[in-house]
């Protein structure tokens, strides 16, 4: 079990940046991957981006470039450092984690509202 917490969410112009943070109740060094996941009105949750556990990263072609995600271990914490942004990256942000190496153990936050103005 753990629990996810979301910040760093709010309104910003078109080519503006972010910071999101997702504070995790365990040490996020024994999470097997930890992701940030998007959904806007109307449509399906997507992956964002995801790391894991050996820093490995991913993320979705819409925003290879301008994202990056990263882990601080020592503070139990992830980061979505998010530039460039668009009024497509609108959407509420969702953390995740993912506990298990093998059979997948998934736990979500409640979200952060991503803004993007014109």
């Known amino acids: 079990q753990v629990q996810l917490v979301e910040s760093g969410g709010g309104l910003v112009q078109a080519g503006g940046s972010l910071r999101l943070s997702c504070a995790a109740s365990?040490?996020?060094?024994?999470?097997?991957?930890m992701g940030w996941y998007r959904q806007a009105p109307g449509k399906q949750r997507e992956l964002v981006a995801r790391i894991t556990r050996g820093g490995r990263t991913t993320y979705a072609d819409s925003v290879q470039g301008r994202f990056t995600i990263s882990r601080d271990n020592a503070k139990n914490t992830v980061y979505l450092e998010m530039n460039s942004l668009k009024p497509e990256d609108t959407a509420v942000y969702y953390c995740?984690?993912?506990?298990?190496?093998?059979?997948?153990?998934?736990?979500w936050g409640q979200g952060t509202q991503v803004t993007v103005s014109s």
């Open positions: 365990r040490s996020t060094f024994t999470i097997y991957t």
């Open positions: 995740n984690a993912d506990l298990g190496a093998v059979v997948p153990r998934d736990y």
